[in-house]
Structures are given as structure tokens and as C-alpha cells.
């Protein structure tokens, strides 16, 4: 039977359930904010897997087995979507967790960054900078070059800005100063000698966005950056729409809709995750709203 929206009650109840996401820690909280501006009337549940981050310098078998664990603990409360908010992840384990769970999408954060930064780049130059995991996977330089095949990458793992993110360093003399020792070797000195530098930096970790002061400043001038988190939320809220599956806005058979809300799941102890957590979301979070799980 079909109600008046032409959906099925099987299909209604499953628009209701939050979208899933999930990162080795809070960076995936980036992708979290940018979801929540776009999509105001979802619910959205996040994992957070604190006990064993980092995924950044794990092998890629590591990731992946992390990566499943993460997605059956979602899908296993019951998710509409799920998005792989972490882009170490993504590079290890798209392919794997779309075969895991056939039965709803799944998006990574490694297309909508590669798309953002075909789309901004003007020289066709492009710096991608991530975790040692991403670097190594070339997911980004295969999907730059799939969009932009004369696309000229230089690629460079930056693993300390992850626990200086985690640890709230995030400008100031430390901060750019490890930005100058990461990324002068793509810019300051080919600049010096005269050569052309990237004209976009991809910052292509979730951790990044929050370094984004001090790595612009070192990059200097002229060089956009860009990052997954906004083009995740776009593709995201486009898949709902196809299949139907978008909360709608106003009411919904005739009943006022509730705003949606946000819970959490930590594999390690609320008050860090909730202490970071606010730092990378730029919102309160309720520990009442954060749940300590095993995976
Ligand atoms: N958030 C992860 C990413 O986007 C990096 C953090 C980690 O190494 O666990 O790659």
C-alpha cells in the first residue's frame, strides 16, 4: 500500500532514519558540519572510532577490516546512507564497503575533494596533501586525472597535522611553522627558483580544514584550498532527493516535522570525544547524546 506521498510504509520509515558517517576520530565531524548546513532536516549518527585512530598510518588491511567494523556497527542501528566521512577510509575500502551493504548508498570523500579541485583549479597544478594511507592508496591522483587526464599532481603526506588538529594546535608560530616544513618543498622553493607552484591545494584529510589558516598563509597567495566536506554534503542531499528519501521540509503528512538530530558513538571515553568533538563541529554536544561502544 502506498501513502499519499506514493511511498511505500517500508520506504517512509526508512527516509525517517538518520544518515550514518563514520571517521577514525572527530576530523569526520568537518564532513558532519557541512552535512548539517545542507541538510537541516536529517538525523544523523556518528561514529567516531577514537580508540584506534589513527587510520592514517595503518596498513591498508587494517583500514579496511576498521573500515567494515565501522560500517556494520551503523548500519546495525539502522542508517539510510552512509557516508565514509574519513578519506583514509575511502581510499581503502569504497570499493569494499559498497559490496558490504548493497542495500544503501554509500559515499566517500575522495571524489567530491577530487571534484572540487578540478573545478577550482585554473593552471591545471594541483597539490594534494593527506595522510600517509591516502598518499600511498593514489586514490586522489586517479580520480584528478580521471576528471583532468592533464592534470600535473604533486602529492604529499602531512601526518602531524592530525594530532595537532586532534590537540587544538591549530595556528600560531608551531602550526605554521610545521606547515612551512611540509609544504615549502611545493611552494616556497620552487617559488625562489622561479618555477610554477600549484594554483590548488587539496587539503584532502578531515583533520586539515581546521590547520586551514596556517597552511593557506604558507602556501601564500594565489593557491585556493579546497576540501571534500561541502561537495560530500551536495552529493549526499542529490542521492536522497533521486531516491526519494530526503526528509521533507515543512510538514510531513500533515504532521510539523522535527528538526533533525544528531547522536554520537565513541569507541573510546565520552569527554575527550566531547571535548574534541564541540572543537571540530563548532557546536555544544550533549554527552547524554554520545554513546561508548565496542566494535
Ligand atoms: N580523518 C582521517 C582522514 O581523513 C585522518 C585521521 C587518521 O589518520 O586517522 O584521512
Do not use: W
Request: hydrophobic share 40%; proline share 7%; glycine share 8%.
Amino acid at each position: 500500500m502506498m501513502n499519499s506521498h506514493g511511498l511505500s510504509p517500508s520506504h517512509a520509515h526508512l527516509r525517517e532514519l538518520p544518515i550514518g558517517l563514520f571517521d577514525s576520530g572527530v576530523g569526520g565531524m568537518t564532513v558532519l558540519r557541512a552535512m548539517r548546513e545542507q541538510l537541516p532536516n536529517e538525523s544523523f549518527l556518528y561514529l567516531g572510532d577514537t580508540a584506534r585512530m589513527p587510520y592514517g598510518t595503518k596498513s591498508v588491511e587494517t583500514v579496511r577490516r576498521y573500515a567494515l567494523e565501522a560500517a556494520a556497527a551503523l548500519t546495525a542501528r539502522g542508517i539510510k546512507l552512509l557516508v565514509i566521512a574519513c578519506n583514509t577510509a575511502t581510499a581503502a575500502a569504497l570499493p569494499l564497503l559498497r559490496e558490504a551493504h548493497p542495500e544503501i548508498d554509500v559515499v566517500g570523500v575522495v571524489e567530491p575533494g577530487a571534484e572540487a579541485a578540478c573545478r577550482a583549479t585554473k593552471s591545471g597544478h594541483i597539490a594534494v596533501i593527506a595522510t600517509s594511507g591516502t598518499i600511498r592508496g593514489r586514490a586522489y591522483e586517479e580520480a584528478i586525472l580521471r576528471r583532468m587526464p592533464e592534470a600535473r599532481i604533486s602529492a604529499l603526506p602531512c601526518p602531524l597535522f592530525v594530532p595537532m588538529a586532534e590537540d587544538g594546535l591549530t595556528s600560531g608560530p608551531l602550526a605554521e611553522g610545521m606547515a612551512a616544513r611540509y609544504l615549502d618543498p611545493i611552494f616556497r622553493d620552487p617559488r625562489e627558483q622561479g618555477l610554477e607552484v600549484p594554483d590548488t591545494l587539496v587539503l584532502a584529510c578531515t583533520h586539515f580544514p581546521l590547520l586551514r589558516n596556517a597552511i593557506s598563509r604558507v602556501a601564500g597567495e594565489g593557491v585556493t584550498l579546497v576540501d571534500s566536506a561541502s561537495n560530500t554534503a551536495r552529493e549526499v542531499r542529490r542521492l536522497l532527493m533521486e531516491k526519494h528519501l530526503a526528509r521533507g521540509s515543512g510538514t510531513s503528512a500533515g504532521m510539523p516535522l522535527c528538526p533533525g538530530s544528531v547522536r554520537f558513538l565513541t569507541t573510546d571515553d565520552v569527554p575527550r570525544f566531547t571535548r574534541l568533538g564541540e572543537l571540530f563541529l563548532n557546536m555544544s554536544i550533549a554527552p547524554c547524546t554520545v554513546e561508548q561502544v565496542e566494535l
